[in-house]
C-alpha cells in the first residue's frame, strides 16, 4: 500500500471517506494476484429475493418498494392493535401518532442520545407509537422506543464507551483481501450486553399493543432496502429471536469497508443461501416510514375522511450545514471529499424527501440536527470525551426545551 493511503487511514481510519481513500490508494499502488477473501454460502438468486426468510416469520422484514402491501397491512394491524389495547371504539376519535426517526452519523449519534435524555429530564417526551433507525441511529431506537426507563443505558452507550467497546483493528492490507479494515465483534458484545431478554420481552409487549420498532439495513447482494420488524421478531417466540436482532443492529451500522457485513443464513425451498447486509445508510441515512406504506393515508385524505393527528420528529445525527475544507489538489483528497461531500448530500435529501412527504400526508414535521455552534471535532473514530461533550450538547437543549426546526435549513 502507498504511503498516501497509509495516511489517509491513519488521519481518518474508519470513516465512508478515509476507508474509500484507502482501498483506491491500494488499488492504485499495488496488485494482488491470488490473494484469498472471506468465504461465503451461494447468496439468494436475483428471482428468490422476495422469498427468502431468516427465521420463516412473514412479517419479520420488508422489501419497501416491492412489497408495499405488505408494509400497509402491518400499519393497519398495529392501529388494529392499538385500539384494541386502548379499548376504542369504531366512533371514537383517533389517538394522536408521534413518530420518531433517528439518523446514522457514528459517533454523533451521541447528539440524538442526550436530546432524548434531556427531553426526559425536561418532562415533555411523549411516548412514540413508531420509532425507526439506520446506523447509529439503530443502536438508539430500542431504547427511545421503550422510553426513559432506559435513559441509563442510553447514556451509556454514548458516554461511557471507547473505540475498543466497538472495534479492533485489522491491518492495512485488510483493504485489499479482508472483509473490512475493522472487525466489529466487540460492537456486538456491547449491544448483547444491553439487548438481553428483558428488553426483548419489553420490545414485544410494546408491539403486541400496536407500537411498531423498525431497523433498515442494505441488502447489497439484492441491492435492495430492508426494513425489519423487530417487535414482530421479539414477539415471535422463536428460539433465535434475541440473537437476530441483535445481528440486525449490527448489521445496520456496518459502515462498508469499515465493518464486516453481517451475513443472514436463509433457506428457500430447503436449499441455503446467504445474505449480506451492510449499513441501511447506504440507501437512506434516516427514513420516517416507507412511502408506500401511507398510501391508504392520502386516499384519505384526498377522499376528506377522517385521519388520525401525527407528530413527527427527525434527530439527524449530523449536520445539514455545508463544512468547509481546503482540498490538496490530489487524486486522494479530491476523491475522498467528494465522497464526502455526496455523502452530506445524501444526508441532507433524506431530510428533504421526509419533509416533503410529511408535508403532503399532513404530518407536523420536527427537526433536530447538529448545528454551527457546536465546533468541537473528533479525533478519531468514537473518541469518549467528544461523544460526552456531543451528548451534554444534546442533553442540555432536551432539557431546555428543543426548539424543533419546522423546516429543513436551505443553506445547502
Known sequence: MSDPARRAIARDPLSRRGVLRAMAGGCLAVSLPA??????VAPVPANLASRASVLGIANERFYPIAQSKALDAEYFAAMERQQRHLKLRAIDP??????????GGGENGAFGAGVLCGWSEQGARPEFDIVTGVSTGALTAPFAFLGPRYDRQLRAVYTEIGPGDILKRRGYI??????????NSPLYATISKHLDATMMAEIARAYESGRLLLIGTANIDAQR?????????AASGHARALETIRRILLASAAVPGAFPPTMFDVAIDGKAYQEMHVDGGAFAQV?????????????????????APVTAYVIRNGRLEPEWSAVDRSTLSIVGRTISTMIAGSGYNDVLRIYANAKQDRIDFNLAYIESDFTQISPEPFDTAYMRALFDYGYQRGRAGYKWDKVPPQSV
Do not use: M
Open 94 to 103: 383517533l389517538p394522536e401518532l408521534k413518530l420518531l426517526s433517528v439518523s
Open 287 to 307: 427514513f420516517l416510514y416507507p412511502t408506500a406504506a401511507l398510501q391508504a393515508r392520502r386516499n384519505r385524505i384526498r377522499a376528506g375522511q377522517r385521519i
Open 174 to 183: 485488510a483493504a485489499l483481501i479482508d472483509d473490512a479494515l475493522a472487525d
Open 35 to 40: 490473494c484469498s477473501t472471506p468465504e461465503r
Open 225 to 233: 432496502p430492508v426494513v425489519w420488524n423487530i417487535g414482530a421478531i
